[in-house]
T-cell receptor, first 115, second 111 residues
Framework: DQQVKQNSPSLSVQEGRISILNCDYT??????FLWYKKYPAEGPTFLIS?????DKNEDGRFTVFLNKSAKHLSLHIVPSQPGDSAVYFC??????????????FGTGTQLKVEL | NAGVTQTPKFQVLKTGQSMTLQCAQD?????MSWYRQDPGMGLRLIHY???????DQGEVPNGYNVSRSTTEDFPLRLLSAAPSQTSVYFC??????????FGEGSRLTVL
């Protein structure tokens, strides 16, 4: 039972255009959402996040949108650059009863930004 | 700033052998966790710890043991390796907020 889904395994975009990566979730207990970026042979690195009480968060070229009623979030990258080519993981967080937070990840989307 | 350090980076084991993947963080994070990454499966949580002396199971804990004797270290033990444990393993740590910091990964092959 996959609680966080990224249905597009890959996405190809031209440099300068907008990249839109999508993510769906099923668990209503998730209260915080994050996007991670991963280059080959490296660990994932945090990119941007959004609390469930917001519907948009922007950081430079990156914007995350959250639609709670649809249980859907998306990451917009504008303009896309070749260095953005990487695997992007969507993650959802829930509070643990013992303290701390548990992250559940999607399967990732490989973004390729072409010249 | 070292962050999260994993060793070894690569390891080849035979079925039935045991080994320990080491993870250390120097950021004084309370929360530490182990994930495995497999093609088409994303990152799946194996075990996690919310502080020294406290560990709990994630979604795929079978075949793995962990302990947390100090804040800094969170080793992952494979007691009897199986080919199904061939994967890339990531250790991650974080404060009691949300973002996790990941190590560079350990690629394990079980023959």
């Amino acid at each position: 039972d996959q609680q966080v889904k990224q249905n597009s395994p890959s996405l190809s975009v031209q440099e300068g255009r907008i990249s839109i990566l999508n993510c769906d979730y099923t668990n209503s207990m998730f209260d915080y959402f994050l996007w991670y970026k991963k280059y080959p042979a490296e660990g994932p690195t945090f990119l941007i996040s959004i609390s469930s009480i917001k519907d948009k968060n922007e950081d430079g070229r990156f914007t995350v949108f959250l639609n709670k009623s649809a249980k859907h979030l998306s990451l917009h990258i504008v303009p896309s650059q070749p260095g953005d080519s990487a695997v992007y993981f969507c993650a959802a967080s829930e509070v643990l009863t013992g303290g701390g937070n548990k992250l559940t990840f999607g399967t990732g989307t490989q973004l390729k930004v072409e010249l | 700033n070292a962050g999260v350090t994993q060793t070894p980076k690569f390891q080849v084991l035979k079925t039935g052998q045991s080994m320990t993947l080491q993870c250390a963080q120097d950021m004084n994070h309370e929360y530490m966790s182990w994930y495995r990454q497999d093609p088409g499966m994303g990152l799946r949580l194996i075990h996690y710890s919310v502080g020294a002396g406290i560990t709990d199971q994630g979604e795929v804990p079978n075949g793995y043991n962990v302990s947390r004797s100090t804040t800094e270290d969170f080793p992952l033990r494979l007691l009897s390796a199986a080919p199904s444990q061939t994967s890339v393993y990531f250790c991650a740590s974080g404060p009691r907020t949300r973002e996790l910091f990941f190590g560079e990964g350990s690629r394990l092959t079980v023959l």
